[in-house]
Each structure stands twice: as structure tokens, then as C-alpha cells.
């Protein structure tokens, strides 16, 4: 049976600490830009921490939310690009191919969630800062588009691995980088095909809900959502 990776994100856990966005950026070799290019629109994050208030003060409190890639299985992204560089793969990933982007920015355009990145300019890397890239993913070029892959370097590392030793993949055994640096437990990966697994197991959950679903893009991460403590104090 074909794999179908997804994720769960419990806002319940979540703490804002953006330990996430920081092992991303060291897993996937994402430049990191200066004041003057933010200032732009130019900053990356394959994944970002939005941040929002509820309640009227003295009542108030703040909500984080992580936002990623969703691996859309009807992605609006795929159909508007003229080279498919962006395309589905036969484990629902919506994967990117850098040798056949030429920078349309159309999938960007497309996307509702706003998590696909122009590459605007060739980073150097000083030294000894090179040394610190990760081998298993490449550099990229400008002119291309980037984005969340759920790092599916690891994915296939895993795959590999189980493979060697005649076995097959046991549950949470992946981890993408920012599952693995998520200290709350707020992120959970793995194959929503296997009914026991954690993931499709917390994707059931009746506090389970999906980003902008009205767009019916049909996402593979569900958020589990976070009670307000007004109504958990009535109960």
C-alpha cells in the first residue's frame, strides 16, 4: 500500500517558541536575508508561526498557529505551471522540481496560503557557515521557487533504511525537522493510508479542522483545535 504522508498540528500545545522555523531552515539550507530584502518581501520560511489575539483586554489571550506547506491533494498550484515543476507524487506530497522551475511565479500567485518562496538571489555562503549545510539537500539557485517538501530527504532516508533491513516503516519513525524540534509534541507526521497511526488517528479527531478548507484544496494537515478558556470555564 502507497504511502500518504500527512501531519497534525495541535494549537492546544503549541507555545510559539518557533524552534520549528529555526530546525527548518537549518535542515533545507534556507538563507536567511537581511533587514533591507524583509523589508522587500523577500525573507523565507518554508514554515512560519502566525500569531493572533482573542478576547477584548483585560480577557485576552494570543494564539499560535504553524503554517506549511498543506500538500494539498487538489493543490492550485499544479495545474497553473507551465513546466510542472510543481506537481503530486504518488505519496500525495506536492513536490517541487528545481531543474524545471523558471520562476513564473504563478504557483505563488495560486496558492492561497501564501507558503511558496521566490529565490531572489544566489546566497554565499561565508565560511565557515558552509560547512554547516546539509548535505542531503540541495542548494538552490535564484530564480526558482521554494517551499515545504516535508522533507522528504528524511523520508526517503527512512524508506531506505527499512528496506535494508527487510521491515516495513513503523509509526512515527520519520520525523521531519520541525516534528523532531517541536518540544511541546504539537506536530505529529506520518502515513494517513495506515488507519493506527498517530496522525490519521489525530485527523479523525472531532476538534480536527482544516486551513481555509472553503477552497476546497483538499489539505493533508489538520489542525486540532484549541478550546477557548471562556468556554472552558462555563463547562
Known amino acids: 500500500m502507497a504511502h500518504r ?35 522587500r518581501g ?9 500569531r493572533y489575539w482573542e478576547g477584548e483586554f483585560p480577557d485576552v489571550q494570543v494564539k499560535f498557529r504553524p503554517v506549511l506547506c498543506q500538500q494539498c491533494d487538489n493543490a492550485p498550484c499544479e495545474p497553473v505551471c507551465p513546466t510542472y515543476a510543481s506537481h503530486h507524487n504518488e505519496e500525495g506530497l506536492n513536490a517541487q522540481v528545481y531543474n524545471r522551475c523558471i520562476g513564473t511565479r504563478y504557483c505563488a500567485n495560486a496558492c492561497p496560503y501564501n507558503v511558496r518562496f521566490f529565490n531572489f538571489e544566489n546566497t554565499e555562503w561565508d565560511k565557515p557557515l558552509h560547512l554547516q549545510l546539509n548535505p542531503d539537500v540541495s542548494v538552490r539557485e535564484n530564480g526558482v521557487m521554494e517551499k515545504c517538501t516535508f522533507c522528504i530527504q528524511r523520508i526517503n532516508a527512512g524508506k531506505i533504511a527499512a528496506e535494508a533491513e527487510n521491515r516495513e516503516l513503523k509509526d512515527g519513525e520519520i520525523k521531519p525537522a520541525c516534528v523532531q524540534s517541536c518540544t511541546a ?18 485527523s479523525r479527531s472531532p476538534r480536527g479542522s482544516k486551513l481555509l478548507e472553503e477552497f476546497n484544496t483538499q489539505p493533508k494537515v489538520t489542525y486540532l ?11
Open 5 to 39: 504522508w500527512g501531519m497534525a498540528v495541535d494549537l492546544d500545545r503549541c507555545t510559539g517558541c518557533e524552534a520549528c522555523v529555526t530546525a527548518c531552515h537549518a535542515e533545507n539550507n534556507i538563507e536567511t536575508v537581511g533587514p533591507d530584502q524583509a523589508a
Open 42 to 50: 523577500r525573507a523565507k520560511h518554508w514554515i512560519r508561526i502566525e
Open 185 to 202: 509534541n504539537a506536530l505529529v507526521f506520518g502515513d494517513l493510508n495506515d488507519p493506527e497511526s498517530a496522525v490519521s488517528q489525530l
Open 225 to 235: 483545535q484549541r478550546d477557548s478558556w471562556h468556554d472552558s470555564s462555563q463547562g
